[in-house]
């Protein structure tokens, strides 16, 4: 079975509310996230079967335009990401690790995402919108060239503009990855 994902931010919590029971009317979907985030926005990230999250996300934003900050469906999601949004995310570190840090929740999500499919990498941990000014950052781990690989086709994912900056730890000090 395989699992998509439908991300939505929007710059009204009232709004995003309304939606998500739209949402959740609209198809058979199960909601991952529904909260606020920081600074005043509202985040729902949902998933389900790919004609499901798409029409969920297809039935509101032809309607609710003025609010959405940014949405996406991301078909055939990777594993690791559903998993971490139901925090069980795996935590493996093997020779490196990188960072990549963007603007928006959905930029990250989508840069995210392809970054699992495209290397060898595993997710360690995602921070989605709340605490950090709406900003989102994710770390990956794996061989310093994977990681590299995996960094580049994130940073080339999405636009530029939606990057706050990216780095690779060639073997991260122990400290760093037991308080991540």
Do not use: W
């Amino acid at each position: 079975m395989l699992k998509s994902l439908g991300i939505m931010e929007f710059s009204s919590i009232a709004k995003g509310i309304e939606t998500g029971d739209k949402m959740l009317k609209a198809a058979t979907v199960e909601i991952l996230m529904l909260r606020h985030i920081c600074p005043g926005k509202f985040m729902i990230i949902l998933t389900g079967e790919i004609g499901d999250v798409t029409e969920a996300v297809n039935s509101v934003v032809v309607k609710d335009k003025e609010k959405i900050v940014e949405s996406t469906v991301i078909s055939n999601a990777h594993e690791d990401l559903i998993s971490s949004l139901r925090k069980r995310a795996p935590f493996q570190c093997t020779e490196a690790i990188g960072v990549f840090e963007t603007a928006t929740v959905t930029s990250s999500m989508i840069a995210l995402d392809l970054a699992l499919k495209s290397a060898s990498v595993r997710l360690i941990k995602v921070v989605l919108g709340n605490g950090i000014g709406g900003k989102s950052y994710f770390v990956i781990s794996g061989s310093v060239s994977s990681v590299e690989e995996a960094i580049k086709i994130a940073e080339n994912s999405i636009s530029s503009k939606k990057v706050i900056y990216k780095t690779i730890i060639p073997s991260p000090s122990k400290d760093i990855i037991n308080n991540l």
